[in-house]
């Protein structure tokens, strides 16, 4: 893939989440990993996602949405996630196009590392009773 990386880093695809992709590294991250994980549903990196989903939550099968285009990453907030923690959250809008309408998909994602690898292992549900304004 030539042009810039769909994750918004302004950094070109081969030289950002590319390399993820590639398995040539792994994401040093939460936030790397997230934005590397958003990209590949961008490029269709369906093997990716489920090498990067944690064991114990990763479903059977991962399947990409058809017909649809991942347009924009907006990150909201990061809690931990660094290069010495075990664990993290990143909260991001994650803009798309589908059949000419606009979306954004809102998640608050938690990750962890293990052996040195990031996984993500799921959407932080939001806390009960939270008013959706």
Do not use: K
């Amino acid at each position: 893939m030539n042009g810039s990386c769909p994750c918004g880093s302004g950094e070109a695809y081969d030289d950002c989440c590319g390399r993820f992709h590639r398995h040539e590294a792994d994401a040093p991250t939460a936030d790397a990993l997230m934005r590397a994980r958003f990209t590949a549903f961008a490029v269709g990196d369906a093997d990716y996602l489920r090498d990067t989903w944690h064991p114990r939550t990763r479903p059977a099968q991962v399947a990409l949405p058809e017909g649809g285009r991942w347009t924009r990453l907006d990150v909201l907030a990061r809690s931990g996630g660094g290069v010495f923690d075990s664990d993290g959250t990143v909260e991001f809008e994650a803009h798309y196009e589908l059949g000419g309408q606009f979306g954004i998909e809102h998640q608050n994602s938690m990750f962890v590392r293990e052996n040195r690898r990031w996984f993500y292992v799921s959407d932080v549900p939001a806390p009960t009773g939270a008013a959706d304004w």
